[in-house]
């Protein structure tokens, strides 16, 4: 089986003095970080993060669970130095990851950083923005078009850093033969349309060329932002359709073998200590008694406004945009 092929690329761009953002190149990781904060927080937010998931314990065994912790991580070590005193004190950065499997991927993010997939003649974004205008738009408060435009589009609703529990969204999407994923900061969807970031990546067939096509694009329409760009073609003589599914469907009959097994060996297991110690009506599952780590993050207060004021009144906002001008850092990538 051949080895995936990616390309990358990362500009400062055409208004700003430095780059904040990151980008990760570690098959079968892939992550695009955009840092914020103010006296070259933002790179030292991106890089952390990247540094934390370069040496997380991902490989193309690993499931959503393991990029939860991965990122779980990566916000411990950011807010460890965000919540201190000094100049890093608020920074925070978005994180996109791809994790590349057999015949899947495994997608994750928390922030306005995109993952794209490239099927056919169909471009869909696998993400969807933590941003006050993208919960307008889903509250239907304000159109697609509105939002690319709104003054408020960089506020984010979730960043890593941002608190001391991260919430990230994690997918899995089953890969198809001549798949192609794009992994970008704003700075390239804030400038550049979907249908012509398609049109680019259908018409370079090499990624390092497609990811220098696609900042280039974004400089040309006015480069106002950083700009990343990350494309990722999974290994492209995928076995033949049929094969993988039939993998699969001998996958999980083994899976639900060994889930009858475990069933019938925790059953044995209560039989033999007697009756349960628990008040009639409550789960005596294991599950329900393990903490789940997340459960102890603090309930979202509700929001009272649609506005950003409100949203940043209700503690919803981080105070951080990715687009707003500010002091920002080095350009950099690192690449295995
Ligand atoms: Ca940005």
Redesign the pocket.
């Known amino acids: 089986m051949s080895k995936p092929a990616s390309g990358a690329a990362s500009d400062t761009g055409r208004l700003r003095e430095h780059n ?2 990151s980008y990760l190149v570690r098959p079968p990781v892939y992550a695009v970080a ?1 840092g ?1 904060g103010g006296h070259a927080a933002g790179e030292v937010a991106s890089r952390l993060a990247l540094e934390s998931l370069e040496t997380a314990a991902l490989d193309s065994d690993s499931g959503p669970k393991a990029i939860r912790s991965a990122l779980a991580e990566a916000n411990r070590v950011i807010f460890e130095q965000s919540s201190g005193e000094g100049p890093s004190r608020g920074m925070g950065t ?1 994180c996109a990851l791809l994790l590349l499997t057999d015949g899947a991927v495994h997608v994750g993010h928390v922030g ?1 950083s995109r993952i794209y997939l490239l099927r056919g003649d169909s471009l869909t974004q696998l993400t969807r923005d933590h941003t006050v205008v993208a919960d307008m738009v889903d509250k239907g408060l304000m159109t697609d078009e509105q939002a690319m435009t709104d003054s408020s589009r ?1 506020y984010l609703t979730r960043a890593l850093g941002g608190a001391a529990a991260v919430d990230p969204d994690v997918r899995t999407v089953t890969i198809e033969p001549k798949d192609r994923f794009l992994l970008c ?3 390239l969807t ?1 400038m550049v349309a979907d249908d012509q970031i398609r049109l680019i990546l259908q018409r370079e067939a090499d990624p390092q060329a497609a990811a220098e096509a696609l900042v280039a694009a974004a400089n040309e329409a006015g480069g106002e ?2 700009i990343t760009a990350l494309v990722v073609d999974p290994a492209t003589d995928l076995a033949p359709a049929g094969k993988p599914q039939r993998r699969r469907a001998i996958g999980w009959m083994q899976a639900a073998i060994v889930l009858v097994l475990l069933t019938a060996g925790i059953i044995a297991l209560l039989v033999s200590k007697g009756p349960l110690a628990t008040t009639p009506g409550q789960s005596s599952s294991p599950a329900a008694t393990t903490p789940n780590p997340e459960s102890t993050a603090p309930p979202i207060p509700p929001r009272t406004s649609p506005s950003p004021q409100g949203l940043e009144a209700a503690g919803l906002i981080l105070g951080w945009s ?2 707003a001008a500010g002091p920002t850092m080095l350009d950099r990538g690192w690449s295995y």
Request: charged share 45%.
């Open positions: 904040e953002d955009d914020m978005t306005d960089g900061s704003d700075g804030t932002d950083n990715t687009d």
